[in-house]
């Protein structure tokens, strides 16, 4: 099947410009994860989506955001960009079933540059 | 979620085992040992994950102490494609607050060489 596809692969923005990123999960997956990953800081959790529900966030500015919709899909935003927000963002999806979660597959990253 | 404290790099020959260890002294009794591994500028790939049971799966063995207060990931026999980075996550499995939250270390650089 399907894994997790994240849109686009590669993106350059300018400073001050705002972004969106999307991540379709696997099928049947209903949990949607995001992370950052940059050479200083490694990989750090942004935030956590279950049913179109924000149910876990990190510790990142209120410029970034995301949401989920009602296929599971989701984005992420970054407002007002930032040269330090460039960096890999990742998606993750896990399937839950009932109250256990399992184990979490990522997609390939989007890679953003800001200049 | 607990802390994990892992060496910065090892290095292992082509065909040999390969184990990776991982401490976690602080591990709660429903806390779960998740690794990871990352290939260069690709997502993590899930490996392996047990509670206090040893578990093996087609890519890996996980041996977790009595104890639980350390871990060890094996790779029976590595390869050059095992080359990366390899994160060992202490997790709560289900409810609580940590859900769909993995907190990753510095993980440990593995490379295989011929």
């Known amino acids: 099947k399907a894994g997790v596809t994240q849109t686009p692969r590669y993106l350059i923005k300018t400073r001050g410009q705002q972004v969106t990123l999307s991540c379709s999960p696997i099928s049947g997956h209903r949990s949607v994860s995001w992370y950052q990953q940059t050479p200083g800081q490694g990989l750090q959790f942004l935030f956590e989506y279950f049913s179109e529900t924000q149910r876990n966030k990190g510790n990142f500015p209120g410029r970034f955001s995301g949401r989920q919709f009602s296929n599971s899909r989701s984005e992420m935003n970054v407002s007002t960009l930032e040269l330090g927000d460039s960096a890999l963002y990742l998606c993750?999806?896990?399937?839950?079933?009932?109250?256990?979660?399992?184990?979490?597959?990522f997609g390939q990253g989007t890679r953003l540059t800001v200049v | 979620d607990a802390k994990t404290t892992q060496p910065t790099s090892m290095d292992c020959a082509e065909g040999r085992a390969a184990n990776l260890p991982c401490n976690h002294s602080?591990?709660?009794?429903?806390?779960?040992v998740y690794w990871y591994r990352q290939i260069h500028s690709q997502g993590p790939q899930y490996i392996i994950h047990g509670l206090k049971n040893n578990e093996t799966n087609e890519m890996a063995s996980l041996i977790i102490t009595e104890d639980r207060k350390s871990s060890t990931l094996i790779l029976p026999h590595a390869t050059l494609r095992d080359t990366a980075v390899y994160y060992c996550i202490v997790r709560v499995e289900a409810g609580g607050t940590s859900y769909g939250k993995l907190t990753f270390g510095q993980g440990t650089i593995l490379t295989v060489h011929p």
């Open positions: 993750a999806s896990s399937k839950l079933t009932g109250t256990a979660n399992t184990e979490a597959f």
């Open positions: 602080t591990i709660s009794g429903n806390e779960y």
